[in-house]
């Protein structure tokens, strides 16, 4: 995965160095963006779930699969409390109150970045067959969130005595477990890439998934009312 990662340097790097994560590790980012950030990162979480849930059932490894099902477990404990949480916290900024109704009720706003992902995604579970593609999928998805923490801790840009609402999320992005998760995901795609077709799938799906990374990251940036 590294070469692959060498190969694509220019795209992958401008995931992992998006102003949107970076003022996220200084602290600076605005209660408006991340809570625009999060409220459109909360419509994946479903479909991560479901995701796994798809990759777990073509793995064709016993310890993988038993990995792959914890995660499950792990995503539906951690990270929706910080959801919760978090977005909870936010709603009592007064600042917000014009943009609330419209991100979180019934109709909310999906931005269209974001529409494209989902539907990624859902081909992804729904009718994509093939192991390689779906945990090159996952892999990169969470290789990208692991990089952008990794990204602004080699430059130091990390503040000291974050709020929560930051450093929950860069905890939840970059803690041994995290890592962990990376790893087994990096080596579950490289025990798969198998034949010269298998490797072009994973080629394809990187690149995809690093674009659609990107336009989510800026999309929720630069949103405004």
């Known amino acids: 995965m590294e070469k692959l990662i060498q190969d694509n340097y220019d795209l992958y790097t401008k995931a992992i160095s998006q102003p949107l994560t970076n003022e996220l590790c200084q602290g600076t980012l605005s209660n408006s963006r991340l809570y625009t950030y999060l409220v459109q990162d909360l419509k994946f979480f479903e479909f991560s779930l479901n995701l796994i849930g798809k990759t777990l059932s073509l793995c064709d490894d016993p310890g993988a699969s038993i990995r792959l099902a914890k995660q499950i477990g792990w995503l539906a404990d951690d990270e929706n409390t910080y959801f919760r949480e978090t977005l909870a916290e936010l709603e009592k900024d007064n600042d917000l109150s014009s943009v609330i109704p419209k991100m979180r009720n019934d109709n909310g706003i ?14 992804m579970i729904h009718e994509s067959k093939t192991y390689i593609e779906l945990i090159t999928l996952c892999y990169t998805m969470e290789k990208i969130y692991l990089a952008w923490v990794e990204y602004n801790q080699e430059r130091g840009t990390i503040v000291a005595n974050l709020a929560p609402k930051f450093q929950t999320w860069i905890d939840l992005h970059s803690g041994e477990h995290f890592i962990e998760w990376v790893d087994f995901l990096q080596r579950e795609v490289e025990r798969s890439i198998t034949s010269e077709e298998k490797e072009k ?13 990107i336009d989510f990251f800026e999309s929720c940036y630069n949103y405004k009312e």
């Not at 999906?110 to 081909?123: D, M, Q, S």
């Not at 799938?201 to 990374?213: A, C, M, Q, S």
Request: charged share 20%; hydrophobic share 35%; proline share 4%.
């Open 201 to 213: 799938i994973n080629h394809d799906t990187f690149v995809k998934t690093v674009g659609l990374e």
């Open 110 to 123: 999906t931005l269209p970045a974001v529409t494209k992902y989902i539907e990624y995604l859902e081909y």
